[in-house]
């Protein structure tokens, strides 16, 4: 049966909130060695579009090439006005990618992407058209935790668990910190109970809150605050020991953290600047992200964080999205995360580690083909980006058929993987091809850890690219 | 296994007490000890409905901070505060969304003077709120293309869920396209806050032909392929109420009606415990909490939470250390957390704040640790239990802790005084220990390694006969005790 995220999470027990050591954190602080397996000295970041970003005007045909999709688009998507969502070829005109590989139609980022049209340009963003899975669901809850499991099928093996989190727990121990979450909370794909993520908004107050005015007695509340938590872990029930495990991650990782904060401003004043100007917590996010990153590579002491998770919310555009006014609902977003991915790369290429970090770009769904009176609908299949040094840029996969005779009953698009000029591109897929082609994990492995089958499913089915080879990477 | 005829011992009062409003103060438990567990729900549930709000500013931290306080106020009914705040987060609604607190503030009175009253009524109450108008469009709903945002929430969030106890649908897509047509052409007057309806607006079948009759659940439902109209005593403004009447009838692949069966379930899982989520889990209490109230029938929901707070499902967190691998424990909301804290231990917060350390205010304090009111994260709500806890979250409540550790300056009433909450005699690190423990209601929670932890803490300085009289060592110390107890694990539990 499938299961709702809400039941997910609590399900999950001591996977929830991630933030898990063993109790012999302390005993065995912070083991580098573990984490040169896998990812080596490579970083993943994952972006999360919450709300359901609209596909259509993120990735939009200019022209019909050899089908109907600029046709169809404009029937779909009123013109002019406040309430009209069309973006014109005029509108477009600067954001041109490739062509749609399927139709030869082109193809435009939506004007508020011109950040991350630069990036393309430059070769370091592969857009992954039409990607989903079958049977979608509708309702956030229920597609963003298939999303977030990757999923679909409702696995056993793999409830209460995200993707990330799964791939984490076979390559790290309980002693590792390997993942950072620039949240108040631990993202569903991060869930797992072998290692530990931590929740960091702000890394410059991160530190722990000591009483500074009895600077004499910080010891030995120190030493309390970890007596006690390492009793907590060795408890009962679970939600305890998940207690005790969080406090004595966020104790060690309390001082290790912050300075990190300073060592950036410090050292890169300019870069800093930059994300200030964006001035939207999708830049801030990815500058904290950034100084982590900056930490791990100067060899900083007990930071170990190659694995990050940053959300942008505010894309469930039912009304007053707008089109390709630069005031619009949706122009904002697009713009904030285009202008910051954009300040973000160039930041890790001065660094010298544009090459080895890749963000990888989701969102729970794309939106309903046709416009309702100023916005739209939930809807199906939409694009990823995968964005970064080791990108091989370009347009992967088709442009979901949005021919009216297409869609469903309801105004979706809908996944096919069968032999059909606009099959879909299966998440897992995508899934599949960053574990296997930039974490280095076994094919061997993803099947049967990560993104493990039911038996009596044959994986022919499910995998639009054998052997998790999709090119992009 | 007990009923409504079984008796309250103290720290079954305590249990009851602090899982039905903020904390449990001496002398509340005295009152409730020696009770029945009936006598004792319909003492808590006796509650007369307030129509209070919030203030009325365009401020929306104005607008938190007044509810904060108001959760403080020693008269406030503190099941009446629980209810509000489980219904807060199940028609969850924000700021973000919304854009005006005076409508948070309106909704917030709206759930408060609903919140053990008819749940079929709150929930037409609840469709025609302006925030939650606001909030899911349904003022964006035209006819030209009706707006599902609304309908959709109303079935998976609000009434049906997405699923039965069986794990089959209780809708289909198609069902929310209907319904979205009945809430079109409700608007709102600006600045009045007045909803009415425009039949302009209003998407009629003559009008709109191809999109079929207002007909729902044809194979759900249990209705049969007829399905049921909700236009059936008219078109236009009658179609919202009709469509949650309808709802309210709906039942599931076991006949059973499948609002009152999900509705029990989320209010054991806030009150009972989190393993309620589970339906194969929840299945026997739900339904004997149902048949017991007829809450199916009639769905009101004071009977429904008087069997709930008789049922021994209620009672399952109530166990002492050291528990075992099985024992069901609840993570305290993190409004409940800042509220029972400074109720357990009488400190009032001036200008909002507790006087010490950051000096952040309250509303910055419950925000930090994971639930800032009127601002829920999406219309999901919060998530509950152990997602409360991240490294994030353990901080801020650390944060918390040591402000009201180290309330230094402002009056008598805003420093946290423990020696006035406990004997200031008590010279046995001990026993200091303990009685410590037991103002916050965790001495029954400790394992012995905690508390020992708790004693080397405080003898830190030196062994032998601890001097309360010291004011520096009680300054230090034993506010320092007090922090680190509302810090420990056994405290974030209940």
């Not at chain 1, 399900?11 to 909130?17: D, F, K, Y």
């Not at chain 1, 964006?278 to 830049?283: C, E, K, L, S, V």
């Not at chain 2, 319904?179 to 302009?200: C, E, H, M, V």
């Not at chain 2, 424990?329 to 509220?339: A, E, G, M, N, R």
Request: charged share 25%.
């Amino acid at each position: 049966m499938p299961i709702t995220r809400r039941q997910f999470i609590q399900r999950s027990g001591l996977a929830t909130a991630g933030a898990l050591l063993g109790p012999g954190i302390f005993g065995n602080p912070l083991v580098k060695s573990a984490m040169a397996n896998a990812i080596g000295s490579r970083f993943l970041v994952v972006l999360f579009l919450e709300g359901g970003n609209d596909g259509l005007n993120t990735v939009t045909p200019v022209t019909n090439g050899g089908g109907l999709l600029r046709t169809a688009y404009e029937g779909h998507r009123d013109l002019g006005g406040s309430s009209g969502l069309q973006l014109t070829p005029t509108d477009l005109q600067l954001t041109g990618i490739g062509a749609d590989p399927n139709t030869g139609a082109d193809l435009a980022l939506h004007p508020g992407l011109s950040g991350l049209k630069d990036l393309y340009d430059a070769g370091q963003v592969a857009v992954l058209q039409g990607c989903g899975y079958p049977d979608f669901s509708l309702s956030h809850e229920e597609s963003r935790g298939i999303w977030e499991t990757g999923n679909p099928l409702g696995a056993s093996a793999l409830a209460g668990t995200g993707w990330v989190g799964r791939h984490l727990a076979g390559c790290f121990s309980s002693s590792d910190i390997p993942a950072v979450n620039i949240e108040n909370f631990i993202a569903g794909e991060y869930f797992q109970n072998t290692t530990s993520v931590l929740a960091i908004r702000r890394l410059r107050d991160f530190g722990f809150p000591y009483d500074e005015f009895d600077e004499d007695d910080i010891a030995a509340k120190r030493e309390a605050f970890e007596a006690l938590h390492a009793a907590a872990s060795a408890g009962d029930p679970s939600v305890i020991q998940l207690l005790g495990d969080a406090g004595n991650a966020t104790l060690v990782s309390s001082e290790s953290y912050p300075p990190l904060h300073n060592n950036y401003e410090d050292d890169r004043p300019t870069f800093s600047e930059a994300y200030s100007d964006i001035n939207r917590g999708t830049a801030r996010d990815l500058r904290e992200v950034a100084k982590i990153i900056y930490g791990v590579s100067n060899g900083e002491p007990n930071v170990n964080a190659r694995y990050f998770q940053v959300t942008n919310s505010g894309y469930d555009t039912h009304s007053n999205q707008g089109g390709a006014d630069p005031d619009g609902r949706h122009f904002d977003l697009h713009r904030e995360v285009g202008d910051s991915l954009k300040v973000f790369y160039d930041d890790l290429a001065d660094m010298g580690v544009a090459n080895d970090v890749l963000t990888l770009v989701w969102s729970e769904f794309s939106r309903r083909i046709p416009q309702n009176s100023n916005g739209t609908d939930h809807g199906s299949q939409g694009p990823m980006f995968a964005i970064g040094g080791g990108v091989n840029g370009g347009v992967y996969g088709a442009h979901p058929n949005i021919e009216s005779s297409a869609l469903d009953q309801d105004g979706n698009t809908v996944y096919t993987q069968d032999a059909n000029p606009y099959r879909s591109t299966d998440f897992r897929d995508v899934y599949g091809t960053v574990l296997k082609q930039w974490l280095n994990m076994s094919e061997f492995d993803i099947l049967t850890d990560v993104l493990a089958l039911d038996s009596g499913f044959d994986p022919a089915s499910y995998w639009t690219a054998a052997d998790f080879d999709l090119p992009f990477l | 296994m007990g009923d409504e005829n079984t008796l309250l011992d103290a720290s079954a009062a305590r249990h009851f007490l602090r899982r039905t409003g903020f904390g449990a103060l001496p002398e509340e438990i005295s009152d409730y000890a020696g009770l029945t567990r009936g006598q004792a729900a319909d003492l808590r549930l006796g509650f007369k409905r307030s129509r209070y709000k919030p203030g009325s500013g365009k401020d929306l931290f104005k607008v938190q901070d007044r509810y904060l306080s108001f959760l403080l106020k020693r008269r406030t009914p503190g099941l009446q505060e629980k209810l509000t705040l489980f219904w807060h987060d199940h028609f969850s609604t924000n700021n973000a969304g919304v854009g005006n607190p005076r409508l948070m503030s309106l909704q917030n009175r709206l759930l408060r003077n609903n919140c053990k009253g008819n749940f079929r009524d709150l929930v037409k109450e609840i469709g025609r709120d302006v925030a939650m108008v606001e909030f899911l469009d349904t003022q964006d709903n035209h006819k030209s293309e009706p707006n599902e945002n609304y309908g959709r929430e109303l079935l998976e969030l609000f009434t049906l869920g997405v699923h039965d106890f069986s794990g089959s649908e209780n809708y289909r897509q198609s069902d929310i396209v209907q319904i979205a047509r009945a809430f079109s052409g409700w608007r709102y007057i600006p600045q009045k806050y007045k909803l009415y309806f425009d039949p302009t607006q209003h998407d009629f079948t003559i009008e709109f032909p191809g999109r079929g009759p207002k007909t729902i659940f044809t194979d759900v439902g249990g209705w049969g392929p007829a399905g049921r109209s909700f236009d059936d005593l008219g078109e236009g403004e009658p179609e919202i109420d009709r469509v949650v009447d309808i709802l309210f009838d709906h039942t599931d692949t076991d006949g059973k009606n499948t609002v009152a069966r999900r509705t029990a379930r989320r209010l054991l899982e806030c009150f009972a415990h989190g393993g309620y989520a589970d339906p194969v889990y929840a299945q026997p209490a739900v339904d004997a909490v149902i048949a017991e109230s007829g809450f199916d029938q009639h769905f009101e929901l004071e009977p429904l939470i008087r069997a709930i707070l008789v049922n021994d499902a209620f009672y399952e967190t109530h166990s002492s250390a050291p528990h075992g691998p099985g024992t069901r424990k609840s993570v305290k909301w993190p409004v409940d957390f800042v509220i029972s804290t400074l109720r357990m231990l009488d400190i009032k917060p001036k200008k909002q704040r507790v006087w010490g350390g950051s000096f952040i205010t309250l509303r910055e304090h419950v925000a930090r640790i994971g639930q800032s009111p009127m601002e829920p994260p999406s219309v999901f709500g919060w998530d509950w239990e152990n997602a409360w806890i991240t490294t994030g979250s353990v901080l801020a409540r650390s944060a918390f802790a040591r402000d009201i550790a180290t309330t230094r300056v402002g009056g008598k009433s805003t420093r946290l005084r423990p020696t006035e909450r406990i004997d200031p005699n008590l010279t046995d690190p001990g026993a200091i220990v303990d009685a410590a423990c037991e103002v916050l209601g965790i001495a029954d929670q400790l394992i012995s390694a905690e508390r020992t932890a708790f004693i080397d803490y405080l003898t830190s300085e030196g062994g032998g006969p601890l001097d309360l009289q010291d004011e520096d060592f009680v300054d230090r110390k034993l506010n320092g005790l007090f922090g680190l107890l509302i810090q420990c694990a056994a405290y974030q539990v209940h």
